[in-house]
């Protein structure tokens, strides 16, 4: 059983945020027809690949995550041959620029409980987060994901800054992808984040670093609830 979202929880910041993670892509818009119609997609480009395959990524990636179907007539690309948005990065918070890292993945079933453990690295410093779940394909995934956010919050020092809202797997050009949609909350903002990661032998080793992916981009954020 695949794990769904609610579709009034999917913005189209959401649908723009997977197409972002496309090879290649600078930018993207969506409009849609209603909440399920998409009627016109824009794509800024790189000039290393053949827009036909961008537009087959596209269309590959919203089948794959949100049921869309898009007609290829609807989709225009324009290519470029440099990112205009790209901004340099920000030093982060957390510490010489560097991000948290997944070091180690353990996953073991006693007694029909599925046990996950997760070991994260941020610089010289390593820390542990569990997570415990019944055993079963879409509790698994979750479990992973809920162990990195336990590990990250004992790192912080704070509680429940990202929930789950979605672990999903899903195939773009025959390559299997975990994809993890969070919430981060944290005094008066709210934020969908959407991670993901290639998804190899180990499904959780995937659905740790698609978490991370996720988080990342707002860890240095977060680091400002304590002092590291």
């Given at each position: 059983?695949?794990?769904t ?9 959401l ?9 290649d ?12 119609t998409v ?9 290393s ?9 596209v ?12 007609d ?7 290519q ?12 982060e ?5 560097t ?28 820390f542990?987060?569990e997570?415990?779940s ?8 979750r479990a992973a ?23 999903q797997?899903?195939?773009?050009g025959g390559?299997?992808i975990a ?14 984040l ?6 190899g ?20 954020i ?7």
């Open positions: 059983m695949i794990e979202v609610d579709e009034k929880r999917m913005p189209n910041d649908y723009r945020s997977l197409l972002l993670k496309l090879p892509v600078f930018a993207a818009n969506i409009l849609m027809d209603g909440e399920d009627r016109e997609v824009h794509i800024v480009a790189g000039l690949r053949n827009p036909k395959l961008i537009s087959r990524d269309q590959s990636a919203l089948l794959a995550a949100f049921g869309f179907r898009v290829h007539r609807v989709i225009s690309i324009a470029l041959a440099a990112n205009p948005f790209e901004m340099p990065e920000q030093p918070r957390l510490g010489a620029g991000r948290i890292q997944c070091v180690e993945v353990s996953t073991r079933v006693e007694e029909k409980r599925y046990h996950v453990s997760v070991r994260l690295r941020h610089g010289e410093h390593d542990l987060g997570a415990v019944r055993n079963t394909a879409t509790l698994r995934m994901v809920q162990a990195t956010l336990n590990a990250v919050h004992g790192f912080l020092g704070v509680e429940d800054l990202f929930t789950i809202l979605a672990t797997p899903t195939t773009i390559t299997t994809l993890t949609l969070l919430e981060y909350s944290y005094a008066r903002e709210d934020r969908l959407i991670g993901s990661a290639q998804q032998e180990d499904a959780a080793v995937g659905f740790v670093k698609s978490a991370l992916d996720a988080m990342n981009r707002s860890l240095s977060a680091a400002g609830c304590q002092s590291i």
